[in-house]
């Protein structure tokens, strides 16, 4: 089981921003997709952004292309999510996700993964 754990969740204005981490405690961090999902009160669970192992590969959802960034450190088995112009609708429990079987996003972009945190909450007020 690989451990995930996300901080940097918080309340934040619309137009403003935050910046979402995962810690992975994973010594193969380096050779798993990953990626960021959210879930809002009520609503399936989506994908916001994937990261192939490289880094080269990403991916984005249409509603957070242009304002949010993912990005991986692989020598501190880290993830990063920015989120800059935040809107109302980005309200949610954000987690992290892991993909072992794949290096690429594709699996992670089609709501699939081995491992997911517990989650931090992301709230934006109007």
């Known amino acids: 089981q690989v451990q995930l754990v996300e901080s940097g969740g918080g309340l934040a204005q619309a137009g403003g921003s935050l910046r979402l981490s995962c810690a992975a405690a994973?010594?193969?961090?380096?050779?798993?997709?990953m990626g960021w999902f959210r879930q809002a009160p009520g609503k399936e669970p989506e994908v916001v952004a994937a990261?192939?192992?490289?880094?080269?590969?990403?991916y984005y959802t249409d509603s957070v292309k242009g304002r949010f960034t993912i990005s991986r450190d692989n020598a501190k088995n880290t993830l990063d999510l920015q989120m800059n112009s935040l809107k109302p609708e980005d309200t949610a429990v954000y987690y992290c996700?892991?993909?072992?079987?794949?290096?690429?996003?594709?699996?992670?972009?089609?709501?699939?993964?081995?491992?997911r945190g517990q989650g931090t909450q992301v709230t934006v007020s109007s």
């Open positions: 990261i192939s192992w490289s880094a080269v590969n990403t």
């Open positions: 996700a892991a993909d072992r079987t794949s290096g690429d996003v594709l699996r992670i972009r089609n709501g699939l993964y081995d491992y």
């Open positions: 994973e010594r193969r961090f380096s050779s798993y997709a």
